[in-house]
């Protein structure tokens, strides 16, 4: 394995020319450990460039925790995981202040969320109160305890995975705390192919160790600002609202998408354009983008449900309906 | 601006036409027109509005709104043309020809207001479907809902240039509401919004002007095209630049002099009026006066209505049956209207009516006609308080004729002497003519000088009606009466049905003068013809018979008589002479062209489609869109594979299959095109058009020659939705 050494980036802030590069070598780091699923690393680095967060949803031991890890590993940011299980406590997550009794004062001992990337595992195991502590600190990129209030970390990005609901022992997150994941993507099982080489590999030792940093979190603060400078044109925005509008009205869903995913959408588009090489959106990047988006924050009705709809299939519907628009 | 597309876009377009159709309202009789032009106009708007409820390609839509109201319209022409042919079989188009030939007839030959006459209908029918389809292209097809104004302006210039009168602004409001209503229902009314900077302005304007100015060359030559089917009054300005032939008049004194002579008496004309009373029928009067007599003066024909009299008078209706060739209409003074076959215009100054058609000279012979008239009847009263008015026409009929003996003007005053108002000068004069005096004859006497006038007056006091009269033009505008000479016939003898006959010997000529508040009033001082009229007689009670005492006329005396010494030259007149050939030989040429257009008109409206498309100095933002769809439509038209995605990655599709020297261009093009769109600074775009013309013509060398020759013209795209829409 050849050392990789890190981009000697400027202070200033990059030309997407360079993000779109620094977001190839991640691409290509991760790689090495996750295999046959470079759509799914896309999405978690747009994810952290969108300044979003990201729900993987999926069946246990099929990657889910690696890939958070080796997009942490790979920007050189320091990553913290948290187990999330029924006795989990809202202080695990954000901190506790505790008496120091050296200089008698209450000290802040920080939880699991400030690290650049946390890896909230399992997220649907943990009571719905310390779920609520985790995403409001999502949310608001803060922790207030005891009057005081702690900055998070920048980069900040939430990786939480959720078994399907379906399985035993779990809380399924509710709407408004789904409708705080930028994102949700779904691992899948490995080609087959894929999963043979992995046990070949995996033979010669734990693959993260071979992930390199390629860039560090300074650089990617930076390229988000440079990310924001991506323009969406009046026609764009209008399309996005439409979009996110035509859930609230589809016939299939009894919930559609809030305002928060329209803002959502546009973020991601602006980095799916960066990544593409353009400083501007086009109506293809949303299109794109829209299913992973939107699917996780609307409800099907039960007749959508009896007739097996599942909620990407009902939001890519209202995509091809929706008109795009050709015109600036 | 920014357009919009939607179904009440061709509903207003159609309200519009009906509108525009309105101001061509005083030039008929009456509104039987707005029936099939309403049927017609609507059709289109409905077929419109629903092509663009359904999402129909809008070309196509036009296009079927073209053959609704192509349908609509041969339909109801074969039904009217039944009834014109009168069932001779001639084939649906030559009955539509016979039919459109009716109605241009009318148009060409009728007096203003025009009547309700079938083929004049379906006419109007057919030009409100051009105006509909016209506007339909320019506001639905080039989106340039702003020129909608051409269209509707020439319906409306048609009106205003062929009326006599000026156009009420209540016509003008009609179309104007109309336009507005098209401007507002196409931009969303109102909400549009500037999209883009305005880039090269100056060539932004320049594109303007130059469209600005193709357009005014193409009302220019629509307006030269019309105009000659149109009836014209004296706005019509190049007609006056003599690029007509004028009428050739001839001088009526000397056909007076040679008639009068003439041995026996040929019948002129027979005419009844409505009252049963006998009248004087005038054809034409003349306003110079020289020493050796009166000629006419060139004339401006107006070929419109003849317009109301203001002078006081009595109607007079009038049916003539005339066998006489004569260019001159004869009618009573003053005419109103009349109707007559034939092309007939008319001189507003004396109401002369001039025959105009191919065999002028003719034009009267075996001609049935009707007249109505007011004539003059003031009382002796107002007559002799009279003053003199002053001729609208101008000075011409103040002039005394130069070089007359100045012993004429010291007669005159003495005539005069006794008169206090200019009307009691005029009836002293004219009874000083019928005094004894003067003697009628036909053989004027030999003159020893040039001067007639003088001569007649001062020594010989003898000669025949001509005499008379110049005798009392020249005395009346000695005495600052305007006066000019009538020429025409006496009422004629009375026959036992309650008609009157006039025949040669009737011919005749009498003074008119002109006063304050009467007009024109005619007066008679040949005394051995007519006795004077009622209101200028005060030996006459007014029991007397009005001037009806009939056969006035001389003995025949053989001809061994001088031509008289009024020899006028025949005088060029300026007016609307029409050689235009009949479309007879035509027709086959006429339809061969109109096939070949219609052929065309795929290619045409492509092809012009396209110079639209990449004019310059557009907006940027809508330069790229145009271009976009430009090349779109190319791709269509060549039967490549069109990708409807957002133009870089179409293009990425699309270049695969391209030959190499093609696909950087197309590439490049994609590129500006989607940041004119999306990205913050657009781009520019100045080089788009050159792109899409070098792309077109790789494309178009690689074709087979029949894709090729398809594209020409069958060109697919006319028939296929623009993207994204």
Redesign the interface.
């Known amino acids: 394995m050849e050392k990789e050494t890190p981009v000697q980036e400027a202070a200033a802030t990059p030309s997407l020319a360079e993000v779109a590069d620094v977001v190839n070598r991640v691409a290509e780091q991760i790689a090495k450990v996750i295999e046959g699923k470079p759509a799914q690393i896309h999405t978690a680095i747009l994810v952290l460039l969108a300044e979003g967060h990201l729900l993987i949803e999926d069946v246990p031991g099929v990657g889910k925790t690696a890939l958070a890890k080796a997009l942490a590993r790979s920007i050189d940011g320091d990553v913290k995981r948290i187990q999330f299980t029924p006795d989990l406590l809202p202080s695990d997550v954000t901190g506790v202040s505790v008496f120091n009794q050296s200089n008698r004062e209450f000290e802040f001992k920080p939880g699991g969320i400030f690290a650049n990337i946390v890896v909230g595992d399992e997220i649907n195991r943990a009571s719905p109160k310390t779920q609520s502590a985790l995403l409001e600190a999502m949310a608001e990129g803060q922790v207030s305890a005891d009057g005081k209030t702690y900055q998070l970390r920048r980069p900040f990005m939430v990786v939480a995975t959720q078994n399907p609901i379906e399985m035993e022992g779990t809380y399924p997150l509710p709407e408004a705390q789904r409708d705080r994941f930028m994102a949700r993507i779904e691992m899948g099982y490995p080609a087959r192919r894929a999963e043979v080489a992995m046990l070949t590999s995996q033979a010669g030792g734990e693959r993260l160790d071979s992930i390199r940093p390629v860039t560090d979190v300074g650089f990617i603060a930076r390229a988000t600002e440079a990310i924001r400078q991506v323009y969406v044109a009046p026609v764009i925005n209008d399309y996005i609202v439409t979009l996110v509008d035509n859930t609230r009205t589809s016939p299939d869903l009894r919930l559609g998408a809030s305002p928060r995913a329209s803002l959502h959408l546009m973020r991601a588009s602006r980095v799916e354009a960066a990544l593409a090489g353009r400083d501007y959106v086009i109506p293809e990047d949303v299109q794109r983008l829209a299913p992973m988006v939107l699917a996780h924050r609307v409800l099907l009705t039960v007749d959508a449900q009896v007739a097996r709809l599942t909620n990407e299939q009902v939001v890519a519907g209202i995509v091809a309906n929706t008109t795009r628009p050709s015109r600036g | 601006m920014r357009f919009t597309h939607s179904p009440l876009n061709s509903l207003v377009i159609s309200v519009t036409a009906f509108l525009s159709a309105l101001t061509l309202q005083p030039m008929l009789v009456d509104g039987a027109y707005l029936t099939w032009v309403g049927l017609v106009v609507a059709t289109s708007g409905v077929v419109g509005a629903l092509g663009a409820v359904a999402r129909a390609p809008r070309m196509l839509t036009i296009l079927l709104q073209l053959a609704a109201m192509l349908v609509l319209l041969v339909w109801n022409g074969l039904d009217r043309a039944a009834t014109i042919t009168g069932g001779t079989d001639t084939g649906p188009v030559g009955a539509l020809v016979a039919l459109a030939r009716s109605g241009s007839t009318t148009v060409r030959e009728g007096a203003l207001p025009l009547p309700s006459e079938t083929g004049l209908l379906w006419l109007i029918a057919a030009i409100l479907a051009l105006v509909t389809i016209t506007l339909e292209l320019l506001v639905n097809g080039l989106e340039q809902p702003a020129w909608a104004m051409a269209p509707l302006s020439v319906l409306y210039g048609i009106g205003a240039l062929a009326l006599p009168g000026e156009m009420s602004w209540r016509h003008f409001a009609l179309v104007a509401v109309g336009y507005v209503a098209i401007l507002l229902a196409t931009t969303g009314f109102g909400s549009g919004r500037r999209?883009?900077t305005r880039a090269q302005v100056g060539q932004f304007q320049a594109s303007r002007v130059v469209v600005g100015v193709a357009l005014a060359v193409v009302a220019a030559l629509l307006a030269l095209l019309l105009t000659p089917s149109v009836p014209m009054g004296p706005k019509q300005p190049w007609l006056e630049a003599g690029q007509d032939a004028p009428i050739q008049l001839s001088d009526p004194t000397i056909e007076l002099n040679q008639n009068l002579n003439r041995p026996q008496e040929t019948e002129v004309l027979t005419y009844r009026t409505g009252t049963g009373e006998p009248t004087y029928l005038r054809t034409v009067a003349l306003t110079r006066l020289t020493t050796s007599g009166a000629q006419l003066v060139p004339m401006q024909l107006e070929t419109g209505g003849l317009g109301e009299i203001s002078a006081p008078g009595t109607e007079i209706e009038i049916e003539v049956e005339m066998d006489f060739g004569s260019e001159y209409l004869p009618v009573p003074f003053a005419v109103e209207s009349f109707q007559a076959d034939g092309r007939w215009a008319h001189d507003p100054n004396t109401r002369a009516v001039v025959a105009t058609g191919d065999d002028r000279l003719n034009q009267t012979v075996g001609l049935g006609y009707r007249a109505r008239a007011v004539a003059p009847t003031p009382s002796l009263e107002e007559v002799s308080v009279a003053a003199a008015g002053a001729d609208p026409a101008g000075n011409e009929t103040l002039r005394v004729p130069e070089g007359i003996d100045p012993a004429v003007t010291t007669l005159t005053q003495e005539v005069v002497a006794g008169a206090a108002d200019d009307g009691a000068k005029a009836l002293a004069i004219q009874s000083y003519l019928r005094s004894e005096q003067f003697q009628y004859t036909l053989t004027a006497p030999q003159s020893t000088s040039l001067d007639t006038i003088s001569e007649f007056l001062l020594n010989t006091n003898a000669g025949y009606c001509i005499h008379f009269a110049s005798g009392m033009v020249t005395m009346a505008r000695i005495s600052g009466i305007p006066a000019r000479m009538a020429v025409g016939f006496t009422p004629g003898e009375a026959n036992e049905d309650g008609s009157f006959t006039v025949t040669t010997h009737n011919m005749h000529t009498w003074p008119e003068l002109y006063f304050e508040g009467l007009g024109w009033v005619p007066f008679e001082p040949t005394k051995s013809v007519a006795s004077p009229p009622e209101y200028t007689n005060p030996d006459v009670a007014s029991t007397a018979e009005p001037s009806a005492s009939p056969s006035p006329s001389p003995s025949p005396t053989s001809g061994e008589t001088d031509l008289p010494e009024v020899t006028p030259t025949p005088t060029t007149q300026d007016g609307r002479g029409d050689d235009a050939e009949e479309p007879t030989s035509l027709a086959g040429l006429w339809i061969a062209l109109g096939v070949a257009l219609v052929a065309a008109l795929p290619f045409l409206l492509r092809t012009g489609q396209r110079f639209w498309r990449l004019r310059a100095g557009q907006e940027p933002?809508e330069a790229?869109?145009a271009v976009w769809d430009e090349v779109r439509a190319t791709f269509i038209d060549l039967g490549i594979e069109w990708d409807?995605?957002?133009p870089?990655?179409a293009a990425a599709g699309m270049t695969k299959d391209m030959p190499l020297s093609s696909a950087p261009v197309l590439a490049d093009i994609a590129s500006t095109v989607?940041?004119?769109?999306?990205?913050?600074h657009g781009a520019d775009v100045s080089t788009l058009a050159e792109q899409v013309r070098t792309l077109r013509k790789d494309l178009v060398a690689v074709q087979p020659g029949g894709s090729h020759a398809r594209a020409m013209f069958l060109p697919a795209s006319l028939l296929r939705t623009r993207?994204?829409?």
Do not use: K, N, P, Q
């Open positions: 999209a883009g933002s790229a869109e409807d995605h957002t870089t990655l989607e940041r004119a769109r999306f990205s913050r993207s994204g829409t």
